[in-house]
Structure formats: structure tokens, C-alpha cells
């Protein structure tokens, strides 16, 4: 299926060319809204999108249904139900990953959805699906985790180095928590885990004191 980008802002998901970009038709059956402000740029097309096969909507760690109605009924439910939104991970400043979560309406229609998941694949992505959460797979995971780190650092449980390479030798993990948020940015870290927070209210997402002061110091720098 054919398919047609509309840009809204620069896009953490597609930051440089990409073979999903260069693939697009501006006259495409769907239509993949792309950039930080896609969810208000798709929100102010709505009438015209419905002409599109499906919809995807770039989202940060915001829900789908910030920008697409959740109808209980079966006549509006029909409206939304081939909107979608989805990410491609990335990890703070490093590049992007090669999986793409896509986000689901809690009634999508089964052959827009699979569509939807055929065109990434098609570029070459690896596609989780998943229900319509702030943060969704990856982000609930693992930010709970980094943070017990940071926290754990703090009381001195042991040096950043040991920390890091008890994690490496006894659990297999590539890189320890410290220097892999270390070198994505304890700044984006701290975004993403207040986001949450706010959206959540759950404590294992508040900000570490270290990525709060990274953010601060990053103000300053700006």
C-alpha cells in the first residue's frame, strides 16, 4: 500500500533520510503524520484524513487518544478505529533504533492495523504492538529501572564502574545503566521520566536528583 508523509515539526523517530521517508507518495492511500507536532496537525486535518485507508500519528510518550476521540459507541468508535499512533525507540541522544512501536485504538480495525504494521516492516522495522499508554512498552520498562540506578548511586551502594559492571558480567547486559544514560544524556532521561510521572503519579517514575540536575545544567547551557 501506498503511502504519504506530512511533516509537522522535526521528527525524533526520523531524524535524518530514511528508506520509510524516501518510500512515500504524495498521492498514498495513507497518510503517516510525522514530527513533534503531528498529533495537532492530524487533529486540525481530521475531516480531510478520513479519506486516508489508515492514519499514523508520531507520538512522544503522549497517548494516541490525546488526539483521536475514544468512542464507546459503534458509530463514532468506526471514526478512530484506523487511527494509529507509533514511535520509533530511541534512547535519548542516540540514534534511532530499528523497532517501531505502533500504537493501537482500544477497537482498531484488524486489516487497517495490519497494513499499518505491513509498511514498516516492508522498510525494514521490527513492530510491537501495544495498547495506548503514556510511555508504552520500552519507556514503562526500563526508566524505573535506570532510575533505581541513579538513586542507588546516590547512597552509594557502590561506584558508577562497579554498578555498571555487575550488571554487564552477571546479567549479560551490553552496557551498565550509568554509562549507557551517561552517553545517551541524563537530560532526555529526565524528560521522559517526568512526563511519565506527571502522567502517571507512580514514584518510580519521578526524576533521579542526577538527571534533574542534568536537565538544569543543560538550561543553563541553552
Same mark, same amino acid.
Given at each position: ?23 512515500? #507518495? ?10 513533534? #507536532? +503531528? ?7 481530521? *475531516? ?12 512522544? &510518550? ?47 480495525? *484488524?486489516?487497517? !492495523? +495490519? ?31 535506570? &532510575? ?11 561506584? +558508577?564502574?562497579?554498578?555498571? !559492571? ?41 526524576? +533521579? ?6 536537565? &538544569? ?6
Amino acid at each position: 500500500m501506498s503511502y504519504k508523509v506530512i511533516r509537522a515539526g522535526e521528527s525524533r523517530s526520523f531524524p535524518e533520510s530514511h528508506a520509510f521517508i524516501e518510500s512515500a #507518495n504524495v498521492s498514498g492511500d495513507a497518510w503517516v503524520y510525522l514530527g513533534v #507536532n +503531528a498529533g495537532q496537525h492530524f487533529s486540525r486535518e481530521r *475531516a480531510d484524513s478520513s479519506r486516508a485507508e489508515f492514519v499514523l500519528i508520531e507520538l512522544e &510518550n503522549e497517548c494516541l487518544g490525546s488526539y483521536v476521540e475514544e468512542a464507546a459507541t459503534v458509530e463514532k468508535r468506526s471514526q478512530s478505529s484506523k487511527a494509529f499512533g507509533f514511535a520509533r525507540f530511541r534512547l535519548g541522544k542516540s540514534d534511532p533504533s530499528n523497532l517501531i512501536e505502533l500504537v493501537v485504538p482500544a477497537k482498531p480495525d *484488524a486489516d487497517a !492495523m +495490519a497494513a499499518a504494521r505491513k509498511i514498516f516492516e516492508d522498510a525494514g522495522f521490527i513492530v510491537a504492538v501495544c495498547g495506548d499508554f503514556p510511555g508504552r512498552i520500552v519507556n514503562r520498562l526500563v526508566r524505573p529501572y535506570y &532510575n533505581a540506578a541513579l538513586r542507588r548511586l546516590d547512597e552509594k551502594l557502590a561506584t +558508577a564502574s562497579d554498578m555498571d !559492571m555487575t550488571l554487564r558480567m552477571g546479567l549479560g547486559y551490553p552496557e551498565g545503566p550509568i554509562e549507557l544514560l551517561e552517553r545517551t544524556g541524563l537530560d532526555e532521561h529526565f524528560k521522559v521520566t517526568l512526563a511519565l510521572y506527571e502522567a502517571l503519579g507512580d514514584s518510580a517514575y519521578a526524576p +533521579a536528583r542526577r538527571a534533574t540536575n542534568a536537565f &538544569n545544567r543543560s538550561k543553563l547551557g541553552d
